[in-house]
């Protein structure tokens, strides 16, 4: 079950006031501590999935609380990350080093700051009983399916692989029992994986002796699913001879088993699947257009994943949380696996995504999920760089430092110098951004061409 319970730590009544009720409307749930003490109370009742704290408090500091998670969890302290002022970066990236996942420096935008809290937690829905995703096109797919469940017209699912094509199909199938109330079959065949000479007969079954090898009578699919639904995946990969005979059942709603000559009528709500373009193939003459008009009654497109990035780090977070059940164990996911996963192209989608989650789960010798874990590289795209490829590693607040610096220089670079655009896209003030130009004396540009007021 993930959990979405953020432990904030802060003295300030006005500050903690506004990340209270902000993180509430992120629908995370939230437990405010205002001190070291109330925070080290808090800590040895539950494991949180997020410390979000500030690093200075009235009776102590960042370094005494995660030194406290340290000796009460060990190895599997949960996510700290530290709010700082400009005055003590140093001690957050000190922090860094000693196992805190992160800080932000003061003033933030709280937006960002809810933007990389998706990154370091599992991404709450509105609905608690979301089933494909938190994103806004995922929350929409799922309203549209519940529309359309009960409806009897045959469904056309288009989309690359592995995007859940045969997940929306048996979510159909679902909300029909519901509504139905009783038992009603789910059969499921890929058209792309039986050979032309024997489709015919997988979907409409044969009488015994009706073809060499065929020693008994056989029911087909559409005969297994009646009264209920029948998943054609890969349904453009069906050869001409088949899609004609396929046409006239779903016409008349009568399967002639193959070597009879008797009609049986079936009652079936088919629901089609495909990542191939259907019309492109209709203008080939591969498909025919009548087939195509008639099993595209409710036409979806399921997008890919990496048009739909928020929902990576739900469905990471829940498919560990599915493998933790299969095995009786109680892993969490690394947050840096879903900040590693969002800068992936996912050409699989889902399921590259899920079998890469279980090589890392497999791998993983502590109670963290990690993308190392997963044998992959962890490309930082913004800089051309393979973090694991990096020689002679350096001191963590140099490597921050030149990150940040040389990140800077693209953004104003790509702005055209324009700072107060820059800012603006970059989330801070045009004086915050003009104080850390000044401090990076940015190479391979003269700080001295940009004023503080530039436009």
Request: glycine letters at 8%; one cysteine or more; a negative charge.
């Amino acid at each position: 079950m993930q959990d979405h319970t953020v432990l904030l730590v802060e003295d300030d009544p006005i500050m903690g006031e506004s990340l209270l009720q902000r993180l509430q409307l992120e629908h995370y749930q939230v437990e405010w501590a205002h001190n070291l003490a109330e925070a080290r109370e808090a800590l040895q009742e539950r494991l949180y999935p997020l410390v979000l704290s500030d690093i200075r408090l009235p009776d102590g500091d960042g370094e005494s609380l995660l030194a406290t998670m340290v000796r009460r969890y060990g190895g599997c302290c949960p996510p700290a990350v530290f709010m700082t002022g400009f005055g003590s970066v140093d001690q957050a990236v000190h922090l860094v080093r000693q196992g805190a996942w992160d800080y932000i420096q003061k003033p933030f935008d709280v937006d960002a700051l809810m933007q990389r809290l998706h990154d370091w937690l599992p991404t709450p829905c509105a609905s608690p009983d979301a089933w494909f995703g938190a994103s806004p096109v995922s929350q929409a797919l799922e309203n549209l399916i519940a529309r359309i469940a009960t409806m009897d017209l045959p469904v056309l699912l288009q989309g690359e692989s592995g995007t859940g094509k045969e997940v929306v199909a048996q979510r159909i199938h679902t909300l029909m029992l519901e509504q139905q109330r009783k038992t009603i079959p789910f059969v499921a065949i890929n058209c792309a994986a039986i050979s032309e000479n024997l489709l015919e007969s997988e979907l409409f079954g044969h009488e015994a002796g009706a073809f060499t090898g065929a020693g008994k009578r056989h029911s087909g699919v559409f005969e297994q699913a009646d009264g209920g639904v029948l998943f054609l995946d890969e349904v453009g990969d069906m050869p001409p001879n088949v899609q004609v005979k396929l046409l006239r059942v779903l016409q008349d709603g009568q399967i002639r088993r193959v070597g009879s000559e008797r009609a049986i009528q079936v009652k079936v709500r088919v629901i089609c699947a495909t990542h191939k373009p259907l019309d492109k193939l209709v203008d080939t003459g591969a498909f025919r257009q009548d087939l195509y008009f008639r099993l595209s009654g409710i036409p979806i497109h399921l997008p890919p994943l990496r048009e739909r990035v928020e929902d990576i780090g739900w469905l990471a977070h829940r498919h560990v949380d599915v493998l933790n059940a299969r095995r009786n164990q109680t892993k969490r996911l690394d947050p840096q696996f879903v900040t590693w996963a969002k800068l992936q192209t996912w050409e699989g989608n889902v399921r590259e995504l899920f079998a890469t989650l279980e090589r890392a789960y497999h791998f993983s010798a502590d109670c963290w999920v990690r993308w190392e874990r997963a044998g992959l590289p962890c490309p930082n795209r913004a800089l051309g760089q393979d973090l694991q490829a990096l020689p002679n590693p350096e001191p963590l607040d140099h490597y921050l430092a030149r990150i940040e610096r040389d990140y800077l220089r693209h953004c104003v670079s790509q702005n055209h110098g324009q700072m107060m655009k820059t800012a603006n896209s970059l989330g801070i003030s045009r004086k915050t951004l003009w104080e850390k130009l000044k401090r990076y004396k940015t190479e391979g540009q003269n700080t001295s061409n940009y004023s503080e007021n530039g436009k």
